[in-house]
């Protein structure tokens, strides 16, 4: 199959500071970024681009509130790799944004609940207007009403958004549910591009994301080693390796995780653990699982799941990319 | 769906005896029998059932030789699960099987390479005869010419056996290439029953596991924390939460991994590891990859990248199950 529809966003710093509370280093971030270049990786998502008048008490790294000078000192000449970043309604502040063409920025992606599409787009409209690529990434489809979800579509349709994202923010879905899902956002949003966005629960990010590129999905988000929140996401090396394009390169990603990835995972852990397995099969948020993790019970998981399954524990959260 | 056409065999010893040398305590394969049990797991395959005559210079644990009086001491009352063993070709002393009804095996497995068919069946006959249930383990499907399978095909119908295994030996096979292999076995094969044994190189041996239960497989081998050679099978724990059936439960599997699982993966190495992914990716066997995994170089991706993707180092070796 010839998959050169098929574009890698990779979003390890972004989502992958969910982990380290964006501790990146700019060597770190910069290494990554001429590594995902020579491999032909489309977009990096290098950050979030939120105000931090607007987000109490964080004390982030850079990467949560990217700066244009700042940008310019890590990637001191950009390659063929666009350069994207993340916005949460009501943390974002307009004025901070510059226009694409004085920006080292290409794409603004908005990632939002349901209920707050409107908002969303109204975001989406100014940053079209500013000239960047944009996309619009409805978070917890899993838990999203039919009729909501219809309603949102209607209102996306009219927007200029150039991307419409499935965000499987729970890890909670499979195969049928991804074919399911892509093929009522084509029927929706037929004038749109699709993305995936997927999370490794139950080990299957990977697979759900090719299966929605052989559906016809076109961005397709990855991290590299599959770092990313709880459980983490697609991995980047796996798509790589796998999409039929021939110009990509999987060698510049393997040295990535050979000289970063594997000293990081040292000290920080994703990916497929027992307690984010159990909140991707119950449809809920990781943040119950993400605190056992950091606690002296991280590995009693029978105990965690009566809790979880109990109904007088009302753990269960929703919620949340 | 309704998946109460599948079964799980959980090949933990066996197959994850080729990761720690079969050395599991007696305590600790009880323990797993009967969690299995507990879990509503249709098989344990407890060990291979080969002849320490026929094995040269094995000094493995006695999972890899199982004696009947030795399994009656393991498991005192068997419960629901039943009990499989593997034997290999060429490996197996006939003479030490005992009739089905003076054994604590209820079903016997062949693995083999296709060339073998023939004298896998020969075995398959006696053991049938004996009154076990039976199943022939075709190995490294990946690398078979579509006559030489053909063949097979034609001689497998004639015989006794009651299920035939579709075996990713290499964790090279994706959601369409199983597609493809099950629709191939069950145009041929109409009156068997199918299996499936998945590899998680590349993380999909769950997907894969569930994509051919969607097509009609039966027996889905699966081991418990993906304990396998190398890169692991599909998790246990993932089917049993799964699968749509109401005599499944988790807990038991969860209590499992927690007492036993999670102290042994910190003393032997299983799992998506990047040299397991390369040699998946590129339909390898994995002993390459393990041999670097064993030395001090085990992180050096992309040096073994290039040893393993360059014609003068003729690293590629083919085989397997």
Same mark, same amino acid.
């Given at each position: 199959?010839?998959?050169?529809?098929?574009?890698?966003?990779?979003?390890?710093?972004?989502?992958?500071?969910?982990?380290? #509370?964006?501790?990146?280093?700019?060597? *770190?971030?910069?290494?990554?970024?001429?590594?995902?270049?020579?491999? +032909?990786?489309?977009?990096?998502?290098?950050?979030?681009?939120?105000?931090?008048?607007? %987000?109490?008490?964080?004390?982030?790294?850079?990467?949560? *509130?990217?700066?244009?000078?700042?940008?310019?000192?890590?990637?001191?000449? !950009?390659?063929?790799?666009?350069?994207?970043?993340?916005?949460?309604? +009501?943390?974002?502040?307009?004025?901070?944004?510059?226009?694409?063409?004085?920006?080292?920025?290409?794409?603004?992606?908005?990632?939002?609940?349901?209920?707050?599409?409107?908002?969303?787009?109204?975001?989406?409209?100014?940053?079209?207007?500013?000239?960047?690529?944009?996309?619009?990434?409805?978070?917890?489809?899993?838990?999203?009403?039919?009729?909501?979800?219809?309603?949102?579509?209607?209102?996306?349709?009219?927007?200029?958004?150039?991307?419409?994202?499935?965000?499987?923010?729970? +890890?909670?879905?499979?195969?049928?549910?991804?074919? &399911?899902?892509?093929?009522? *956002?084509?029927?929706?949003?037929?004038?749109?591009?699709?993305?995936?966005?997927?999370?490794? #629960?139950?080990? %299957?990010?990977?697979? #759900?994301?090719?299966?929605?590129?052989?559906?016809?999905?076109?961005?397709?988000?990855?991290?590299? *080693?599959?770092?990313?929140?709880?459980?983490?996401?697609?991995?980047?090396?796996?798509?790589?390796?796998?999409?039929?394009?021939?110009? &990509?390169? %999987?060698?510049?990603?393997?040295?990535?995780?050979?000289?970063?990835?594997?000293? %990081?995972?040292?000290?920080?852990?994703? +990916?497929?653990?027992?307690?984010?397995?159990?909140?991707?099969?119950?449809?809920?948020?990781?943040?119950?699982?993400?605190?056992?993790?950091?606690?002296?019970?991280?590995? !009693?998981?029978?105990?965690?799941?009566? !809790?979880?399954?109990?109904?007088?524990?009302?753990?269960?959260?929703?919620?949340?990319?």
């Amino acid at each position: 199959m010839n998959d050169t529809h098929a574009k890698i966003l990779d979003c390890t710093i972004r989502d992958g500071g969910l982990v380290n #509370n964006w501790d990146f280093s700019v060597e *770190f971030v910069r290494d990554l970024y001429y590594s995902l270049n020579a491999a +032909g990786v489309e977009y990096m998502e290098i950050g979030y681009k939120n105000s931090p008048k607007l %987000l109490k008490g964080a004390d982030a790294g850079p990467w949560r *509130f990217l700066e244009e000078s700042f940008l310019r000192e890590v990637i001191p000449e !950009k390659g063929n790799t666009k350069l994207s970043a993340l916005v949460d309604i +009501g943390r974002v502040d307009e004025n901070d944004i510059l226009p694409r063409s004085e920006s080292m920025l290409d794409m603004i992606r908005v990632a939002c609940y349901v209920k707050d599409v409107d908002k969303a787009l109204d975001l989406v409209s100014k940053f079209h207007d500013y000239g960047y690529e944009t996309t619009i990434n409805i978070m917890a489809l899993s838990n999203v009403m039919e009729h909501d979800l219809i309603e949102a579509f209607q209102q996306i349709a009219k927007s200029p958004v150039d991307v419409v994202y499935v965000v499987d923010s729970f +890890g909670s879905l499979h195969h049928r549910d991804i074919e &399911y899902l892509v093929a009522k *956002f084509q029927r929706h949003l037929p004038d749109k591009q699709l993305g995936i966005h997927a999370h490794n #629960n139950m080990q %299957l990010a990977f697979s #759900n994301t090719i299966v929605a590129a052989e559906r016809g999905v076109q961005y397709l988000d990855s991290s590299v *080693f599959g770092m990313g929140r709880a459980a983490g996401n697609c991995n980047t090396e796996l798509l790589v390796s796998y999409l039929k394009n021939p110009k &990509y390169e %999987l060698r510049p990603v393997l040295e990535v995780i050979e000289r970063r990835m594997i000293p %990081l995972r040292d000290q920080v852990e994703w +990916g497929y653990i027992i307690p984010y397995m159990m909140t991707g099969m119950l449809n809920e948020h990781p943040r119950v699982a993400m605190a056992l993790r950091s606690g002296d019970d991280k590995d !009693k998981y029978a105990e965690f799941y009566d !809790k979880l399954t109990s109904p007088e524990t009302a753990l269960a959260a929703k919620g949340g990319e």
